[in-house]
């Protein structure tokens, strides 16, 4: 896929997601701009103070990779399991390792945590996410 900023109504650089507190420990929180096919979905993994975020579209089938709303597979705080086809992708990288899109990336988008808010970042730098503890 190409850059996240050209996908439709994906939010601008600078744009407050959630306060980091809104966010859960090993979990996973979607934030929507947009309504309908056209809506852009954030999905934001936390792991203490660090946040990553993807467009919350699989590659396999251009699914939200969760089933229900803020509930994500996240497994042993290192893999993210679609909901929908089992594709299974590392955290940290955004790479599918296992299930039908193998090989393919979860499109990132850059967040950084300011003044305990997570916000999108101006350029392609992330809030590092150590592994979490089983």
């Known amino acids: 896929m190409g850059d996240w900023r050209d996908l439709p109504s994906a939010p601008a ?30 999905l934001l993994l936390r792991s203490g103070a660090g946040v990553v975020a993807y467009h919350n579209c699989c590659p396999h089938f251009s699914l939200p990779l969760n089933y229900e709303p803020d509930l994500f597979h996240v497994i042993d705080g290192e893999d993210l399991m679609c909901a929908h086809h089992t594709a299974l992708f590392k955290i940290a990288t955004g790479e599918s390792f296992d299930g039908p899109c193998a090989g393919a990336k979860l499109t990132k988008v850059p967040v950084a945590v300011i003044d305990d808010k997570i916000v999108i970042a101006s350029v392609s730098t992330t809030s590092p996410l150590p592994s979490l503890p089983p």
């Open 13 to 42: 650089p600078g744009t407050v997601l959630c306060a980091l507190e809104e966010t859960t420990e090993g979990g996973g929180k979607e934030v929507v701009f947009g309504t309908g096919h056209e809506a852009f979905r954030v």
